[in-house]
């Protein structure tokens, strides 16, 4: 057992937690802290989530972790040079380009101009061509337009009681009442709700409104560790997902959802296929919880 994991350990049980309590406060799976007491960091899904767990544990006991981190640095692995992405950890150096190339890109907009020219002039071309044809049947429209005036009053007078049959039977028709109509713009205007009601610190609550479901979709965007709970506090999933990996859940028949979300910049939560904004911005806060309670629509 490591200097750092005697100390984590004795300020835990100064506090009066076992390990199960910690794992229900965290919400860090109980293997995770006993590697973490006992300096065994091979079982963590990467050294980003060590110091994620170390800081979420010192939180937990009482412990400042900025203090801790720095006295014991040399235990802790670091990751600033995974964090940091290869294309902005190297210097790009200029290159001087071929007097071939040069030539080329002298010559490009020339040609882009000579293409522009070309194609409005087709475009003027294929525009006279469509006001010429326009034109043409004017003539004719002349000619046949007393027969359709004729064969038009000729058949008015069988048409006239057909019509005024139609006419009636619409004006027939039931119109909704006001309280339907009220009704119908309700359906159309009803959205669901998900609002921030509270924050605390990496904790973050919402209330979801309006909604006859609710369905969750997890969706990774780069490496990031995450774990589902329902309101028994049940686990639903634990894992590391990888980049384009997307995890779905169905709690509609549940009141609440709890998050752990081990790097949110790279974790899109959303809810019934909308996307939820952190209240808490993911580059400031890294490891957030993320607690959504339901209200279904028949219980408001």
């Known amino acids: 057992m490591t200097e750092l994991g005697n100390r984590l350990k004795e300020a835990r049980e100064a506090k009066g937690y076992s390990l199960d309590d910690l794992q229900r406060i965290t919400k860090i799976q109980k293997r995770y802290l006993i ?31 900025e203090v801790i981190f720095e006295e014991h640095k040399e235990e802790i692995p670091t990751t600033y040079e995974d964090e940091i992405p290869v294309s902005l950890s190297r210097v790009q150096s200029r290159k001087s380009v071929p007097e071939s190339s040069a030539k080329v890109f002298d010559f490009l907009p ?7 020219v070309i194609g409005a002039l087709i475009a003027l071309w294929v525009f006279w061509q469509g006001k010429v044809g326009d034109k043409a049947p004017e003539s004719n429209q002349a000619e046949n337009q007393t027969q359709v005036d004729v064969d038009e009053n000729k058949s008015a007078e069988g048409d006239k009681p057909e019509d005024d049959t139609k006419d009636k039977e619409q004006s027939e028709e ?40 609710f369905k969750l979709q997890l969706a990774a965007r780069g490496d990031t560790w995450v774990g589902v709970y329902n309101s028994q506090d049940e686990l639903l999933f634990e894992g590391l997902l990888k980049k384009d990996n997307k995890k779905d859940f169905d709690v ?13 910049s790279n974790t899109d939560i959303l809810v019934n296929g909308k996307k939820l904004e952190y209240k808490v911005s993911a580059t400031d806060v890294v490891r957030q919880d993320i607690i959504i309670n339901y209200v279904p629509q028949s219980e408001q």
Do not use: H, W
Request: proline share 5%; charged share 30%.
């Open 35 to 65: 590697g973490i007491e006992e300096g065994n960091y091979d079982a963590m899904p990467g050294k980003f989530y060590v110091r994620a767990f170390i800081k979420q544990y010192c939180e937990a006991v009482g412990l400042p972790p």
């Open 110 to 116: 020339k040609l882009l101009i000579a293409l522009f």
């Open 174 to 213: 039931p119109k909704p009442s006001d309280d339907q109509k009220a009704d119908q713009e309700k359906e159309q205007n009803t959205e669901q709700s998900l609002e921030a009601v509270s924050t605390s610190g990496y904790k973050t609550t919402y209330e979801l409104k309006d909604a006859d479901e």
């Open 252 to 264: 509609s028949s549940d009141k609440q959802a709890y998050l752990v979300i081990g790097n949110a």
